[in-house]
C-alpha cells in the first residue's frame, strides 16, 4: 500500500533558523507529492507540490524536492517566523486508474512552533 | 471566491445518536472528498464522489457511515448510532480538472460523542 512517514514533533525553533522536516514515502505507482499546513484554528492548506522527481514545489519561502531515488519530499525554509507556527502534513496521492479517485494519504503531522 | 463550506462547525452528541454532516464544494468542483482527523489514527480517507456518484468508498469505516451527493454538489455524511470512537473531525475537500490532484478543505466538523 502507501504511506507517508514524516518525523515525528513537536519542532520548536527560534525565528530566523532553519527549518528542515523529514518525509518519505512509499507508493505503489509514480504519486504526486504534496505539503499540506493547518493554522491554529484553521482548515488544511495546500502549502505546495511536486508531481514528478526532481521538482522543486515552492511557497512562501518553503521549498521541497521531489526526490524519487530517496523516496523522499523533505520540507525546508532559510529563516522561519512566528507566524509559521502551525501544523505541516506530507501528503501523497496516486490517481487510481479505475475509480479515477486522487485520494491523499497523509503522515502524521509535525507541529512547529516558532519564538521570538 | 467562496471556498469548501461545512456545517456544523462542532456538534456534540450522545453515544447511539445518528448525525449528518453536511459540504459544500467549491463551485464548479466535480470532485469532492471526506477525511477524518482523529488523535489516534492522523487523517484518513473516507470516502470520494465524482459528480454524484461515489466509486471509492474505500475507507468508510463501517456500515454506520455513509455519504450522498446531490446535484453534483452539497454532499452529506451520515453516521448512524455513533459511536466514542467516531469522535473527530470530518473534512471535506473538493477539486476539478485538470488539476484533480489538488484539493482544497474545508474547515471541517469537529464530531464529539458523548
Known amino acids: 500500500g502507501n504511506s507517508v512517514t514524516q518525523m515525528e514533533g513537536p519542532v520548536t525553533l527560534s525565528e530566523e533558523a532553519f527549518l528542515t522536516i523529514n518525509c518519505t514515502y512509499t507508493a505503489t505507482g509514480y504519486p504526486s507529492l504534496f505539503w499540506y499546513v493547518q493554522y491554529p484554528g484553521e482548515g488544511l492548506q495546500l502549502l505546495l507540490k511536486a508531481t514528478k522527481a526532481d521538482d522543486k514545489g515552492s511557497n512562501k519561502g518553503f521549498e521541497a524536492t521531489y526526490r524519487k531515488e530517496t523516496t523522499s519530499f523533505h520540507l525546508e525554509k532559510g529563516s522561519v517566523q512566528v507566524s509559521d507556527s502551525a501544523v505541516y502534513f506530507c501528503a501523497l496521492t496516486i490517481i487510481y486508474s479505475g475509480a479515477g479517485s486522487y485520494q491523499l494519504t497523509f503522515g502524521k503531522g509535525t507541529k512547529l512552533s516558532v519564538i521570538p | 471566491g467562496a471556498g469548501v463550506s461545512q456545517s456544523p462547525s462542532n456538534k456534540v452528541t450522545e453515544k447511539g445518536k445518528d448525525v449528518e454532516l453536511r459540504c459544500d464544494p467549491i463551485?464548479?468542483?466535480?470532485?469532492l472528498y471526506w477525511y477524518r482527523q482523529s488523535l489516534g489514527q492522523g487523517l484518513e480517507f473516507l470516502i470520494y464522489f465524482q459528480g454524484n456518484s461515489a466509486p471509492d468508498k474505500s475507507g468508510l469505516p463501517s456500515d454506520r457511515f455513509s455519504a450522498e451527493r446531490t446535484g453534483g454538489s452539497v454532499s452529506t455524511l451520515t453516521i448512524q448510532r455513533t459511536q466514542q470512537e467516531d469522535s473527530a473531525v470530518y473534512l471535506c475537500a473538493s477539486s476539478r480538472p485538470p488539476s484533480q490532484e489538488t484539493q482544497y478543505f474545508g474547515p471541517g466538523t469537529r464530531l464529539l460523542v458523548l
Open positions: 463551485s464548479g468542483h466535480t470532485a
